[in-house]
Structures are given as structure tokens and as C-alpha cells.
Nanobody
Framework: VQLVESGGGLVQPGGSLRLSCTAS????????LGWFRQAPGKEREGVSC????????YYEESVKGRFTISRDNSKDMVYLQMNGLKPEDTAMYYC?????????????????????WGKGTLVTISS
């Protein structure tokens, strides 16, 4: 299984970025996909996760209304559209996948439940 993130970069506060994650080696539509982030000196936290079959998604409170997760099962890709970026959004962003019956929220709140991880893409918000 391989997850590869892209789309990170340096943007000014208020700007936007779209992160992409390409998955291979797994049956994509059977997995919960998620985006997690880790800032220097902080623990990894779930940003947003999405489950196909239940058509449900979860967002961490601080990103609600600003970030949107989506997936394209025909391309085995998951995206994170990030608008209204803030300096506190600065972090390494990771794509992760889990084949689980747990709820989307439970998986997103506890990253230990995810089975596979990408190497991350760095997002820096600074003026």
C-alpha cells in the first residue's frame, strides 16, 4: 500500500491550498481516508476523514467551514481543499487510510486506528 501526498506549500494567511493524496495497493472504496497534521512540538491530530459507503465525513472543530474533504473513487484519490488558511494551520499534513468498522469520527480522533500513512506534505502559512 502506498499513499502519496502533494499540494503543500507556503501561502499567506487567508489563502487557499488543495492537498491531494493518491492511493495504490488497496481496494480504495473499502477504506476510510483521512487527513492528519502535526505541527512542531505538537501531537498528530485528525483534520478530516471520509467514509465512502456511509457517505459520512468528520472535521476537526477548528477547520469546520474552511476545509473540505472529498474523494474520487475512480481515481483512487482523496483531496483536502483548505480555504481561509491561518498561521495555526501550519503543519506537516499526512494522508492515511483505514479499513475499519469504526466511525469516521472515532478514526479521525485517534490516529492510532489508521492502517496506512503517507510521508506527508508541508503546509506553511506565513506572511
Amino acid at each position: 500500500v502506498q499513499l502519496v501526498e502533494s499540494g503543500g506549500g507556503l501561502v499567506q494567511p487567508g489563502g487557499s491550498l488543495r492537498l491531494s493524496c493518491t492511493a495504490s495497493g488497496l481496494t480504495f472504496d473499502e477504506y476510510v481516508l483521512g487527513w492528519f497534521r502535526q505541527a512542531p512540538g505538537k501531537e498528530r491530530e485528525g483534520v478530516s476523514c471520509i467514509k465512502l459507503l456511509a457517505r459520512t465525513s468528520y472535521y476537526e472543530e477548528s477547520v469546520k467551514g474552511r476545509f473540505t474533504i472529498s474523494r474520487d473513487n475512480s481515481k483512487d484519490m482523496v483531496y483536502l481543499q483548505m480555504n481561509g488558511l491561518k498561521p495555526e494551520d501550519t503543519a506537516m499534513y499526512y494522508c492515511a487510510a483505514a479499513r475499519s468498522d469504526r466511525s469516521v469520527e472515532a478514526l479521525c480522533r485517534n490516529h492510532a486506528g489508521m492502517d496506512y500513512w503517507g510521508k506527508g506534505t508541508l503546509v506553511t502559512i506565513s506572511s
